[in-house]
Structures are given as structure tokens and as C-alpha cells.
């Protein structure tokens, strides 16, 4: 079957047809792929049952580098221990979950950002699935830049914001996370995608916790105003989970987030990342 690319809303995400991702990639499909995932900035493959982690990460490995797992090891499960591989799950075995983020929802961010190198890209299949809830919400920060007042724009070029993480949070209840224990690294507010060239929104109310060389309280309310643009609809496409989805999004111009589900249903998806070798430009 021919590769075929069909949009998903008008915010951002396209379905990808007639791929099997069990099968070798061709470089004309591949490439077709890759182009729609720029131009969508988030790709959906769906009825890919039973995709083993091997064709999760060769399938990935078309596009870059898979990432290294960087999750404290001692919040791992040991029976589910991979450098590569993180599952996102609440499902537990001998008292533990299996999983990271396991119930709940959970705030919107771009994974990483609290690296110098951030991760590109980050996929999830979705093994388990609850009957409801759970859902993976995509923010388009070109379009949240674009919608920025011009006046917030010329105030912001050229400065950076503190991105900080402590594994395993999932909303954020406190004013800063210690940054002598968690990772935490400093980027462009405004970033330049090094593939596209279009200028991105590149904070988030997970991570970012402050707008560096800016007064406290009046960096807080720009990041507040932000936050609001970043959460209305008409930026966002929500992507409702089925067994064997394979999603695909590029961390340097979305966010995410996930709604609630049941505690009692089972979830279980499998992340694989692909890392990046170029710097955070700034616009």
C-alpha cells in the first residue's frame, strides 16, 4: 500500500496509512513520513498490533538516534528496567507500578527541556487502554507564537527561561521545584526550529519555572498569559487512545498533556524517544 498522510484537526496531527511498522521502512516512505511529521508536527499510525519494543525502536531509529531512558533507575521496576525503553503505566506487580506517571492527569510540557540537548521527538504505542479518559493533548506553539501580542514578543526575544523536572510529578502544587536535587537547564523562550525555521512558544507550566533577568512577579504573569493562549482549543488536537495507536510528536514546537481516567482501568503505553544533536536556537 501506498503511504498516505490524512490531517486530524486544524491545530496540528495527520494519520499516517499503509504502513506496517513490523516491516523495513523504504527511504521514499520513511522520508514521506518524516515530512508529514514536520508539516504536522504530530503523526497517528494506528492498528499496529502487536508492535514489539524492537519495532518500536527500529521504527524510530529511521529518524534519529533513539534516546537514552534518563529516569532515576531506582524508579524503575525492576523487572521492567530498559535504557531505552520507559513504560507509562499504573498497572503494579508486587506492590509497585510497573510504570512511569501511573493515574491522573498531567500538565501540559515538552518532554526534556531541562537537558541542554532536549529529545526531537518522543512516541508512545498504546498497549492497554482505559474505556475512558486518558487522552494525549497537543498544543501548537507555532500557532501559540504567532497569536503572542507583538509588544509580549518584543519583550521576550532574546530571553531565556529556567526549565526544571523532578521525575514523577504530574501537576505542579509548589511555587519551584530544589534545583540542587532535580536536572534543570536554561532555554530560549522563543525557539527557532532547526529543521523548519519557524519560531515556536518554548516554555510550560510542568517545567518552566521562571523568566530569567526578569522581575519575579512580572515574569510570572507573562508565563501565566502564556500558559491561557497554550490551553485554548483552538490550538490543540486531542488524540483518544486505541490499542495498537503508535504516536508520533516533535518536542521543539508542542506541548502535551494528559487528561484524567478510571484509577481502577488499566494503562499501559510504551515511550520511545529520538535524541538530538543540534542546540536550542534561539529565534
Not at 104 to 111: A, C, L, N, R, V
Not at 254 to 266: C, G, I, S
Amino acid at each position: 500500500m501506498a503511504v498516505t498522510v490524512t490531517p486530524l484537526s486544524d491545530a496540528c496531527g495527520a494519520e499516517i496509512s499503509g504502513v506496517d511498522m513490523k516491516s523495513n521502512l523504504s527511504k521514499d516512505d520513511a522520508s514521506t513520513i518524516y515530512e508529514a511529521w514536520l508539516n504536522h508536527l504530530v503523526i497517528v499510525i494506528r492498528n499496529q498490533q502487536d508492535l514489539t519494543p524492537k519495532n518500536q525502536k527500529d521504527f524510530c531509529g529511521n529518524f534519529g538516534k533513539v534516546g537514552e531512558y534518563n529516569r532515576p533507575k531506582d524508579r524503575q521496576h525492576p523487572n521492567h528496567a530498559s535504557g531505552e525503553i520507559m513504560l507509562v503505566s499504573n498497572i503494579r506487580e508486587d506492590g509497585r507500578v510497573i510504570g512511569a506517571h501511573p493515574d491522573g492527569e498531567m500538565m501540559w510540557h515538552t518532554d526534556t527541556p531541562y537537558l541542554k540537548t532536549p529529545h526531537k521527538a518522543t512516541t508512545l504505542y498504546g498497549v492497554e487502554i482505559p474505556d475512558i479518559g486518558g487522552n494525549t493533548n497537543f498544543s501548537n506553539q507555532y500557532k501559540v507564537y504567532n497569536e503572542l501580542p507583538q509588544k509580549l514578543k518584543d519583550k521576550l526575544i532574546g530571553l531565556q527561561a529556567m526549565n526544571c523536572y523532578e521525575f514523577g510529578t504530574t501537576v505542579k502544587t509548589f511555587e519551584k521545584y530544589d534545583r540542587e536535587a532535580v536536572p534543570h537547564h536554561p532555554h530560549p523562550i522563543f525557539r527557532k526550529h532547526p529543521e523548519t525555521g519557524r519560531v515556536a512558544v518554548y516554555v510550560c507550566p510542568l517545567m518552566t519555572e521562571e523568566i530569567i533577568g526578569m522581575d519575579e512577579t512580572e515574569g510570572k504573569e507573562i508565563l501565566d498569559e502564556i500558559y491561557t493562549l497554550q490551553r485554548q482549543d483552538r490550538f490543540v488536537y486531542s488524540h483518544k487512545w486505541k490499542v495498537g495507536d503508535f504516536v508520533m510528536w516533535d518536542n521543539r514546537c508542542l506541548l502535551h498533556a494528559r487528561t484524567d481516567f478510571p484509577r481502577e482501568q488499566r494503562r499501559l503505553l510504551r515511550r520511545v524517544t529520538i535524541s538530538d544533536d543540534s542546540l536550542v536556537l534561539a529565534a
